[in-house]
């Protein structure tokens, strides 16, 4: 079981948004920042997103982040074929002393 | 430009002891927490171990608690984790990254390729 709740799975057709949802607690979202990684089959995580809503340095635009309370989501906007990968959500937890993770959501490009 | 490269990966018997380690490449090692995630087949990311940027605090996931130990040399930019009492359920891709804000504030930019461990009678 996973510290953070994401859904399993999300899927949409090119051009469209897509939202990625991941539930937490106080001691993790609720009161630290949030990241997220882009997990491709066979391949390293890939941050793409920090400190809940900033972007690193060559991850597009499309991808859009936020945080309110215990929760935390992911837009991604204009959906390409490449976007097709696992994605979950981090952050550092007070009672854990250390990073939970979500369980991942599969977004599927139709 | 930051390079990571775990190495050390291998197939063991349960109740057997393994060692990775992670080379980094790159300016101010020594600035950085380092982590070892870790994802088993079919399963999510999974955080294992955490160690200061000084080797002076390191944290684990209960899982493994007692059983790994998570540890650094600054002056060879190594980060390793010795893995004893191996479990089936320790199988999966490993991975170390650098912790680039402390406490996971700025994320894990930088990750390894990661390295196989098998668990397995």
């Known amino acids: 079981q996973s510290p953070l709740t994401q859904p399993p799975s999300t899927s949409g057709i090119p051009g469209q948004r897509v939202t990625i949802s991941c539930s937490g607690a106080k001691s993790n979202i609720g009161t630290n920042p949030v990241s997220w990684y882009q997990v491709l089959p066979g391949t390293a995580p890939k941050l793409v997103i920090f400190n809940s809503h900033q972007w690193p340095s060559g991850v597009p635009d499309r991808f859009s982040a936020s945080k309110s309370g215990t929760s935390a989501s992911l837009a991604i906007s204009d959906l390409h074929s490449e976007d097709e990968a696992e994605y979950f959500c981090a952050a550092w937890d007070d009672s854990l002393n250390g990073p939970a993770f979500g369980g991942g959501t599969k977004v599927t490009v139709l | 430009q930051v390079h990571l490269v775990e190495t050390g990966g291998g197939e063991v018997q349960p109740g057997r002891s393994l060692r990775l380690d992670c080379g980094v490449s790159g300016d101010l090692f020594h600035n950085f927490g380092m982590y070892w995630v870790r994802r088993a087949p079919g399963k999510g990311l999974e955080w294992v171990a955490h160690?200061?940027?000084?080797?002076?605090?390191?944290h684990y996931a209960e899982s493994v608690e007692g059983r790994f130990t998570i540890s650094r040399d600054n002056s060879k930019k190594m980060v390793w984790l010795q893995m004893n009492s191996l479990r089936v359920e320790d199988t999966g891709i490993y991975y170390c990254?650098?912790?680039?804000?402390?406490?996971?504030?700025?994320?894990?930019?930088?990750w390894g390729q990661g390295v196989p461990v098998t668990v397995s009678s």
């Open positions: 990254g650098r912790d680039e804000g402390g406490a996971l504030k700025l994320g894990i930019l930088n």
């Open positions: 160690i200061s940027y000084d080797g002076r605090e390191s």
